[in-house]
């Protein structure tokens, strides 16, 4: 069983910043592709960033240039780090990883953290 927990999110106001974190625990031999999807109120979940095991990152355009997506493989975590905040970043913050188990015969699947708030207010 593989669980990823996030954190960091919270309340902050315009221009400011968050980090954003999310380790992942459990049986794993190795992670492929980490990202960062949102959910704002009556939105779908779109992606925010992804970043794949050799470092190649992309971003929605909407937060190129303000967020960073960043992992270290060591600890199973990725970051987001997203300064200049804007009130239409505000969105449940979602977590997702494609995880290679490490059981016999090796599983692959894709898990997801239960969601951090972050709320930027104007």
């Known amino acids: 069983q593989v669980q990823l927990v996030e954190s960091g999110g919270g309340l902050v106001q315009a221009g400011g910043s968050l980090r954003l974190s999310c380790a992942a625990s459990?049986?794993?031999?190795?992670?492929?592709?980490m990202g960062w999807f949102r959910r704002a109120p009556g939105e779908q979940r779109e992606l925010v960033a992804g970043?794949?095991?050799?470092?190649?990152?992309n971003y929605a355009d909407s937060v190129k240039g303000r967020f960073t997506i960043s992992r270290d493989n060591a600890k199973n975590t990725v970051y987001l780090q997203m300064n200049s905040l804007k009130p239409e970043d505000t969105a449940v913050y979602y977590c997702n990883a494609g995880v290679v188990a490490a059981t016999m015969p090796p599983r692959y699947d894709t898990y997801w953290g239960q969601g951090t708030q972050v709320t930027v207010s104007s």
């Open positions: 970043i794949i095991s050799g470092g190649s990152t």
């Open positions: 459990g049986s794993i031999a190795s992670i492929k592709a």
